[in-house]
């Protein structure tokens, strides 16, 4: 392994490169000029780090794992390797490498009893089959739900500034509350929601938040594949395995009890047994005149017990401080974890490499410092940061937007990287989600100079901006997005790009099988770094502070921190 990476080291080659000036893609930037030091980045040197990172030594980088362990070690190794100081929490006035983050960690002990009663008579089911429960994250040691009534809430959405309840004054304490994924827009185009382009009340965490808000003993969603935008794999390997979340002082107030999902074909079921059609109710939750539905003679049983504790996983932090102005930040991030040992797919493997998910992202992390390392030293500081628990619900990166090591009022912008595709050179670049910023103006005219023109996100119903570890700062203020390799493929175009993504989806995304490949190029990677790479040194040698559209629902906050950038 490490010979492998000495080799690939040797084989980074960066060098002074001159790029054409292009006007930019939306008015408002200013027509780039390249930085007179353009890195290379090493296509054999970020395959080897991904290779390595997504190897079964690594154990699936589960947090709070020996995979942990290994992978903070690997990452600081590699970081030191760079070229990079310790950017992390402050110890006796020194800076260490990484970032303390306390979670509360939960497992279901054995396998838990669930059924649904229809009539009176017992339907049991089976984790990870017809239902995927989650451990509880309100701190429960057991959960005992008995003889539970059902009540089908629409979309499970309040949205006042709408006009938009789907609970409609029931009170649901004590109650199981089953509910649809996504938003009532989603199947037509059209309506209070924006349209196609996913809102947060379609993300699957809003609709456990609500529930806890109105107090239900439980929240059970309804999995539809195009509306969640990933299948059942994906859901019960998520769901079923031990869960974390960041330490609350009211957990219940964000938890209910009982969190879940159900197969679509249970949800019709029950609504036929009584007297209720599935798709009918669909339409008219989409509506809102809609209103909430008790499933008659139907009540839901759950017995478990619950190993919880509080741990501490880690982010890791590397730095290069501004020459200039040392206090000001740019973020680079990435995850590092992916979903440790799990059930075993089909051919029996249980470790969730993830090579995709977020191995390419950490490689990424760790050649953007070697490339300022070995460059001019930026007038702004620089952090690369590494997060935890990304997996778990964007803990890591929640937790440091929430208790910042650096003040976010004086952080620049977050640029994540999440999930990079390792193939062949693309034409375009996209972003999870469509938020508008001077961040993505900045990016979009550095990209086209650099030969990428921007698609929109082809997918904005399957919510990524909200997926991804840009969200935290981004919703306290800070200009932040994700990059998004491109879909339009040099070798295929469009057509090839999205064959690829929808097998990855299906077949690999939180699977076993998002592996290592030896036909993975990372020729598109190592393109698109170079476009980072600019971005990245922009924003630290100028003095703009990109924000947010003028009607951006961010964007009051960032105003509200104006002057600690004066």
């Not at 008219?284 to 005149?289: C, D, L, V, Y």
Request: net charge neutral; charged share 25%; hydrophobic share 40%.
């Amino acid at each position: 392994m490490k010979n492998l990476l000495a080799t690939a080291i040797a084989l980074a080659i960066f060098s002074v490169a001159g790029c054409a000036t292009n006007p930019p893609a939306q008015s408002a930037a200013k027509p780039v000029a390249a930085p007179a030091y353009v890195p290379k980045f090493d296509p054999n040197l970020l395959s080897a780090e991904v290779k390595t990172l997504s190897s079964d030594e690594f154990e699936g980088r589960g947090p709070a794992t020996p995979g942990e362990t290994k992978t903070v070690a690997y990452v600081i190794e590699q970081m030191k390797a760079a070229g990079l100081a310790p950017g992390g929490e402050l110890k006796d006035g020194k800076r260490e490498w990484t970032q303390p983050v306390p979670l509360l960690r939960a497992e279901i002990k054995g396998a838990p009893k669930l059924a649904f009663n229809v009539g009176g008579k017992a339907h049991a089911l089976t984790q990870g089959s017809q239902i995927a429960v989650r451990a509880p994250l309100d701190g429960a040691k057991s959960v005992a739900i008995a003889k539970a009534p059902v009540v089908f809430c629409g979309y499970g959405v309040t949205a006042p500034e709408r006009h938009w309840d789907d609970f409609k004054g029931v009170d649901l304490k004590g109650k199981i509350a089953i509910v649809l994924i996504n938003d009532p827009d989603f199947e037509t185009g059209v309506g209070d929601f924006g349209g196609k382009a996913m809102t947060y009340y379609g993300r699957w965490t809003y609709k456990y938040e609500e529930a806890a808000r109105r107090g239900a003993a439980g929240l059970l969603i309804v999995h539809e594949t195009d509306p969640a935008s990933y299948g059942w794999a994906t859901v019960k390997n998520s769901n079923t395995n031990t869960m974390f979340d960041v330490v609350r002082d009211d957990p219940s107030a964000t938890h209910p009890r009982l969190e879940g999902w159900i197969q679509r074909d249970l949800a019709v079921s029950l609504l036929k047994s009584s007297g209720l059609d599935f798709d009918k109710l669909k339409k008219q939750a989409q509506t809102r005149e809609f209103k909430p539905v008790t499933l008659r003679n139907t009540t839901f049983t759950a017995s478990y017990q619950v190993d919880s504790s509080v741990i501490t996983s880690q982010n890791i932090v590397g730095r290069i401080e501004g020459a200039k102005h040392p206090d000001e930040t740019v973020i680079y991030s990435a995850h590092w974890d992916h979903l440790g040992v799990g059930e075993p797919d089909a051919k029996g493997d249980r470790i969730y490499n993830g090579a995709v998910d977020n191995a390419t992202g950490t490689a990424a992390l760790i050649e953007l410092g070697r490339a300022f390392a070995h460059g001019p030293k930026p007038e702004r500081s620089i952090v690369f940061l590494n997060v935890t628990a990304e997996e778990k619900g964007l803990l890591g990166s929640e937790y440091y937007a929430s208790k910042p090591l650096y003040p976010l009022g004086k952080t620049v912008a977050d640029i994540n990287m999440d999930a990079l595709d390792p193939m062949g050179l693309a034409k375009n670049w996209s972003q999870s989600g469509n938020a508008k910023s001077g961040l993505l103006e900045e990016a979009t005219a550095i990209a086209k100079a650099n030969g990428l023109y921007f698609s929109e996100d082809p997918h904005p119903e399957a919510g990524h901006f909200f997926r991804s570890d840009h969200f935290g700062f981004a919703k306290r203020g800070v200009p932040a997005f994700s990059w998004e390799s491109g879909d339009d493929l040099v070798d295929g175009g469009v057509a090839a790009g999205e064959k690829y993504r929808k097998d990855y989806t299906a077949n690999r995304y939180h699977q076993p099988a998002d592996q290592w490949e030896p036909t993975w190029t990372f020729a598109g990677m190592s393109h698109d770094l170079g476009v980072l790479y600019q971005l990245g040194h922009r924003l630290a040698n100028s003095r703009q502070w990109p924000n947010w559209a003028a009607d951006s629902e961010f964007r009051a906050t960032r105003d509200a921190t104006a002057g600690d950038r004066k």
